[in-house]
């Protein structure tokens, strides 16, 4: 078997101000074949995008990463910068969540492209450079890429720039794309044209994807493999059926009922179900300490028990896969949760 | 981003030129500014053209008893256009365009010294942060702290009369000048430091170097300008206020300044108000023409405050 393109083992990665500092994530590991598309899932503030950063190792100042993280076989966490320059953009790539923020507003579309081009290549002539601009332009959709590239973010649709965004982060072939929120800001026909542009790409190009959403619809269409995070702490990893179909951990079963289905079924009194909101709100993580972070608000840690709120509880294997993948869990209970249960 | 922003980048290239034309104060102001600016450039120029020269004494045209000039307005003439200088009637319409000359050359040098400086200091702490940006700001309030006019004073004093009286004084400004404008572009760079596309910029891979230039001096470049427009009228006055104390430029370099400070007495007495109001009115010209036009300016770059036209 062929290296995993992204390994990240036991990341922690904490803030520090004021001589204060917290973890925002914690004891993360996780890896992804080419090919595969790994789905980061979680609430504001569970460490979905701060792990995105990490692996690109664009961090805030506040911010430090413990553990190992090996993109494309190369140590980011030990790499010094050129090292990591030379990764960014040609290994590992990003698109983010605004298009429009994320394209300078001086600049027109090719020079994004043909800039990204050029900082892996120097052998590339500006005018090769803004060839293969145009190309990569092609590739993503945009019509009359010619005339396009000469264009400035701010003439593009909100589609049309993320298909930019797009040709900008993939122009250099990375192994592995980062897509931060990349549909959040476009309304639902273009998030579907959006995903399976990623998807129809990432085929062409084997490469591997780590999609960070809070959006079970697009995860649904686009993943192979989920990672649930709950207050920077892995709360379930598993195929996308293992998720979707047999959640061994409450919050994530907590996550399905409040999410809104097409064919949601009809309950006992032949009443639509509704959807149920989990209790609370996100842990603190400056109260996070002894036990699981999501005890407070579960239903089912009074029939736990006092480990619940004394003992963290570690990702374990559950049998219950239904595909032969891999399928984890940091829960102490030791069946699957129902729907029913976990709302109260 | 937003709506008017998206309109300033549309309209950047074409249109900038065009809404200062439409502000008729700006439009004024410069001229106000370019024409003793031109007149003082073109300074030998314009004297050869008038048939004078700044040294010359023409003793003949003043009134033997106390030497106040001859005739209406200070000695006005088709020879002399702005009337000569009491006791000595040098002509004063040379002395004024030679003075525009030497106190514009060192506002201009001071400014452009400073907002130099300002600009890769306060691109520097923007981009970088973290110590540079402590280290930077606080040298900043520091140098607030300082009375910068007493010791622009107090410096020019002491200057030993072999140093060149006009470098000392540009970089003395620049000195002292420096300061507001690194605050305000370091406080804008760390702002665009901050937005997503330089952060695009820097997950392509791109080099500090890249950065800074490519995607944050073109959102910095009209506050530069700004800025300069602003920081000159300011200079133009504080360096004729210290050739008025006295510790400006000295010997026989005309002066604005040093011209109205010579012409007190004259105003005082009442025998030659002329002396004082030509240079005067030159001043005001250039230090009221340079704030309207840098108000202007500031006004067409900075989308905040463009008016619904």
């Known amino acids: 078997m062929p290296d995993p393109v992204l390994q990240v083992e036991d990341l922690s990665i904490s803030f520090t101000s004021g001589g204060v500092s917290a973890d925002v994530v914690r004891d993360l590991s996780v890896t992804l074949d080419g090919g595969r598309t790994l789905a980061v899932v979680g609430e504001s503030g569970s460490g979905k995008t701060i792990t995105g950063r990490a692996i690109m190792q664009l961090l805030p100042q506040a911010a430090s990463a413990r553990g190992r993280i090996v993109v494309a076989g190369r140590e980011m966490l030990s790499a010094d910068e050129r090292e990591l320059r030379r990764a960014r953009g040609s290994d590992v790539a990003m698109v983010f969540q605004d298009s429009m923020s994320a394209l300078s507003p001086y600049l027109d579309i090719g020079a994004h492209i043909a800039q990204a081009v050029r900082l892996h290549d120097r052998s590339v002539s500006r005018r090769a450079a803004r060839l293969r601009a145009v190309e990569m332009l092609e590739r993503v959709g945009i019509p009359e890429p010619a005339d396009a590239v000469r264009r400035f973010p701010h003439e593009f649709s909100g589609g049309m720039r993320q298909r930019a965004v797009i040709a900008m982060a993939l122009v250099n072939r990375p192994a592995l794309l980062i897509a931060d929120e990349p549909t959040t800001a476009l309304d639902v026909t273009v998030q579907a044209q959006i995903l399976a542009l990623l998807r129809e790409l990432q085929q062409e190009f084997g490469m591997a994807m780590l999609l960070i959403s809070h959006d079970f619809g697009v995860v649904a269409s686009a993943a192979d493999d989920v990672l649930v995070l709950y207050a920077g702490r892995e709360a379930e990893y598993g195929s996308l059926r293992d998720i979707f179909e047999h959640p061994a951990h409450p919050y994530t079963a907590g996550l399905r009922g409040a999410t809104p289905r097409l064919d949601a079924r009809l309950d006992s009194n032949g009443e639509r179900t509704r959807l149920r909101a989990i209790p609370g709100a996100p842990t603190s993580l400056r109260d996070a300490g002894a036990g699981c972070a999501f005890a407070p608000r579960c239903a089912l840690a009074d029939r736990v028990g006092e480990r619940c709120v004394v003992e963290v509880p570690l990702p374990t294997l559950r049998t219950a896969s239904t595909d032969g993948g891999v399928h984890r869990a940091a829960c102490h209970l030791d069946r699957l949760p129902t729907l029913e249960e976990v709302a109260r | ?309």
């Open chain 2, 1 to 309: 981003m937003s709506i008017t922003e998206i309109e300033q980048a549309e309209g950047r290239r074409s249109s900038v030129l065009r809404r200062f034309l439409r502000r008729k104060s700006g439009v004024a102001g410069l001229v106000m500014l370019v024409v003793p600016l031109v007149a003082g450039l073109c300074a030998p120029l314009l004297v050869r053209l008038e048939g004078q020269d700044p040294h010359t004494f023409h003793t003949d045209l003043l009134d033997p008893d106390g030497g106040r000039p001859l005739g209406a307005l200070g000695g006005v003439s088709a020879d002399h256009w702005l009337g000569v200088v009491p006791v000595t009637g040098i002509d004063l319409f040379a002395q004024i365009v030679y003075g525009i000359r030497s106190s514009l050359f060192i506002a201009f040098g001071a400014s452009i010294l400073a907002i130099v400086v300002a600009a890769v200091l306060g691109t520097a702490m923007g981009y970088f942060g973290g110590w540079l940006n402590a280290v930077g700001g606080r040298l900043i309030d520091f140098m607030f702290g300082f009375p910068g006019l007493m010791f622009v004073i107090a410096i020019m004093a002491i200057v030993p009369p072999e140093m060149p009286r006009g470098l000392v004084l540009v970089l003395v400004l620049a000195f002292f000048g420096w300061t507001v404008p690194a605050r305000i572009i370091g406080a804008q760079a760390s702002a665009i430091n901050a937005r997503a596309f330089v952060e695009a910029a820097r997950a392509t891979g791109a080099p500090a170097s890249q950065i800074i230039r490519r995607e944050m001096l073109p959102h910095l470049f009209g506050l530069v300008v700004v800025l300069f427009a602003m920081s000159l009228p300011a200079n133009v006055s504080v360096v004729a206020g210290l050739s008025f104390l006295g510790v400006g430029l000295r010997g026989d370099v005309p002066d604005l300044g040093k011209l109205l400070s010579d012409s007190l007495p004259w105003i005082y007495s009442g025998a030659d108000v002329w002396y004082m109001l030509f240079p005067g009115a030159v001043v005001f010209l250039i230090v009221f023409g340079a704030t309207l036009a840098g108000d202007a300016l500031r006004d067409v770059l900075d989308v905040r405050t463009e008016d619904a036209a």
